[in-house]
């Protein structure tokens, strides 16, 4: 069975600092898709990125980095120079198969407070 | 660029009232997901259809039904309400890609 494990209910870091973020998978599927999702105090939730199992290339988008590693079953999520716009609750994902959008098992989130 | 549209935005129910909640995905997107996410939780996959047939199936109640119509919007109808029920709904829509979620419709019950 599929699961998503953030085993940091909680962080908090002050403003210019950097934070990992952490997901832990389990699939058995060969072939699913990782997603990062973030949910501000508004409650939308905000897509950042999305990674195929066949491509553990790191990925970097402005202040935000994912490192993708298959062999320890995580996919971690780096903010740079945290800013308090960053403070949200942010969700790691995963959908199995092949299909690029079948439905999303998610982790438990992690509620990241930046503080000024 | 057209979002995914959900209406009402908020809701308001007594105990064993019923509601019923719109999904009206991006344009030419053939997949509805619904997302229940309750008070401090993660969203939990309820249902979803392609191409207007059901084509997986969550955690939803037996009082809970959905479905996609021609013009591919979707409704969520729940019925003898319950406490619990109080959430977040989210639809998401998808064309071959990743999800986009829709803002949520949040569903209190009293």
């Known amino acids: 069975a599929q699961k998503v494990t953030q085993a940091q209910t909680e962080i908090s870091v002050v403003e210019k600092e950097d934070v990992t973020l952490d997901c832990v998978y389990e699939?058995?599927?060969?072939?699913?898709?990782l997603f990062w999702y973030k949910q501000p105090p508004s409650g939308e939730l905000v897509f950042l990125i999305r990674r195929n199992s066949f491509d553990e290339q790191n990925e970097i988008s402005g202040r935000y980095s994912w490192n993708f590693q298959k062999s320890t079953s995580s996919f971690n999520f780096t903010i740079t120079a945290s800013q308090v716009v960053d403070s949200a609750v942010y969700f790691c994902?995963?959908?199995?198969?092949?299909?690029?959008?079948?439905?999303?098992?998610f982790g438990t989130g992690t509620r990241l407070t930046v503080i000024p | 660029a057209a979002g995914v549209i959900q209406s009402p935005r908020h809701l308001i129910k007594e105990k064993r009232e019923t509601a019923t909640l719109k999904c009206y995905p991006i344009p030419r997107h053939d997949t509805v997901y619904w997302y229940q996410q309750g008070p401090g939780q993660d969203p939990q996959f309820l249902i979803s259809?392609?191409?207007?047939?059901?084509?997986d199936k969550g955690s939803i109640p037996d009082r809970f039904s959905a479905q996609q119509f021609s013009d591919y919007h979707s409704e969520l109808n729940m019925s003898s309400l319950e406490l619990g029920d109080s959430a977040l709904y989210f639809c998401a829509s998808a064309g071959g890609g990743e999800q986009f979620f829709g803002p949520g419709t949040r569903l209190t019950v009293l």
């Open positions: 259809f392609y191409e207007k047939m059901q084509s």
């Open positions: 699939t058995r599927d060969t072939t699913y898709y």
């Open positions: 994902a995963l959908s199995e198969g092949d299909g690029e959008a079948n439905n999303l098992f």
